[in-house]
């Protein structure tokens, strides 16, 4: 029975078991951290390789390009033809940059803000007040980044397949300072959904009062499957093309999660003319990208194929840590009814769900007990979620071992932070 329905009495009995259960565990004076969606240093082993893959004698691209010096500031073809592939983008609308897309995505952001997009009717957004749309649970830099930048953030609730069109539809329809929606499309940061093609379809025929709204595309994990069958990634400039606005997508990704996290290529896609819009004000800030770098990752990779194979290795240290939390908390917590939890095909994160109210609570216990997990509210704009219920899990930088402790740990914090909550409703 679920705990909820529990004569009071029982959940009395069950605080003491769960008390129990918790201090037994904080005796064991662990120092966990399931914070970060790094890589575990086995998945950068993988990629050991990259960091010899150029030398003097290989420096030239195989159109003859001397990486070691200044120019093509769109990135190397060869690169760009490798990931176009990948992500469906035709090498000309794929721009293959520095180490960072995060970095890509602020430039898009402050071009716009200074210039305005590439739209007729585009005036610089920073001229007035800006929104951004964030759906929630979400990546908490994406919403740090907008508000840098001075957008205020809206809150939008999703599910399964992406935003709740309702939602989306009642705050772009009017209102013309909604600029914008941030999209994970695929294994979302940090719940794991896919966005469907069909919801895709609807964000792109969305009527807005912004002439120039753009969705936020951040194909981060577009590569990252952990299980089959997985969805397709969606070919959304295609989509886009084929749609009645072929310019509202700026797509983002970067090979950060694939090889080395800050020493790896950051790409930007988009429409051809968003394409010039975006290479046009790039063009003063740079003489061009790392391309000895972008060359380590063609060669190490070779083909599309290559990546694909990469990707493979990855998934194989990452799913044990996966199925081990999603294991260990259905064994501690599945019948209570009082968490749940996402079981995601792919990415990086996986989201605990926990009884409104309880998520800060989950986080102290478990820091005072040795574990330490992102912040209750890291996961909403503003760092508050109103449910106080979303707790962000990032499995792959921990040891197996360490993930098995960890997810035991928790379900402990869990249960006594449930515990505690009912009978002080009940009081
Ligand atoms: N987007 C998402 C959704 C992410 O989760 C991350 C990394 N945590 C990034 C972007 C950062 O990417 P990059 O290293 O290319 O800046």
Request: hydrophobic share 45%.
């Amino acid at each position: 029975m679920a705990l909820v329905d529990l004569p009071r009495p029982d959940i009395e009995a069950g605080l003491e078991s769960a008390h129990r259960a918790y201090e037994e565990f904080a005796a064991r004076g662990l120092s966990l951290d399931i914070t970060r969606g790094k890589p575990g240093s086995d998945q950068l082993d993988l990629s050991a390789d990259l960091l010899t893959a150029v030398t003097a004698e290989n420096y030239r691209a195989p159109d003859g390009t001397d990486t070691r010096n200044y120019g093509g500031l769109d990135g190397l073809l060869e690169l760009r033809e490798m990931f176009g592939e990948l992500f469906s983008v035709p090498a000309s609308q794929l721009l293959a940059q520095g180490n960072s897309s995060l970095t890509l995505m602020s430039q898009a952001l402050v071009f716009a803000s200074l210039f305005g997009t590439a739209d007729e009717d585009s005036v610089p957004w920073a001229s007035g007040p800006r929104r951004i749309l964030c759906p929630v649970p979400g990546y908490d830099r994406h919403f740090g980044l907008a508000e840098a930048l001075g957008f205020e953030l809206v809150t939008v609730p999703q599910d399964d397949e992406g935003p709740d069109m309702d939602a989306v539809r009642a705050l772009t329809a009017e209102d013309p300072s909604v600029k914008g929606i941030w999209i994970v499309p695929m294994y979302s940061n940090p719940t794991g959904i896919t966005v469907s093609e069909a919801r895709a379809k609807e964000l792109l025929d969305l009527e807005t009062a912004a002439p120039d709204f753009r969705i936020l595309w951040d194909n981060a994990y577009g590569l990252h499957h952990l299980r089959e069958p997985h969805a397709a990634l969606l070919d959304i400039l295609g989509l886009a093309a084929a749609s009645s606005r072929p310019d509202r997508v700026w797509m983002f990704a970067s090979t950060s999660k694939i090889t080395l996290p800050g020493a790896g290529v950051a790409f930007f896609a988009a429409s051809p003319r968003d394409t010039d819009w975006f290479r046009k004000h790039l063009s003063p800030t740079s003489i061009g990208p790392d391309k000895v770098n972008q060359l380590r990752h063609l060669h190490f990779f070779g083909t599309p194929d290559g990546v694909r194979a990469h990707m493979e290795k990855h998934a194989a240290l990452v799913l044990p840590k996966f199925e081990a939390v999603e294991r260990i908390l259905a064994e501690e917590l599945g019948d209570l009814g009082i968490a749940t939890w996402t079981a995601p095909n792919g990415g990086y994160f996986i989201t605990l769900t926990v009884l409104p109210g309880t998520a800060d609570r989950v986080v102290k216990l478990a820091a005072e007990a040795g574990v330490k997990l992102t912040p209750a509210g890291a996961t909403h704009p503003y760092g508050l979620d109103p449910d106080n219920a979303v707790i962000r899990i990032a499995p792959t930088m921990p040891s197996l071992d360490e993930v098995e402790q960890a997810a035991r740990g928790l379900a402990a914090c869990v249960r006594l932070a449930a515990h505690e909550a009912l009978l002080a409703r009940d009081s």
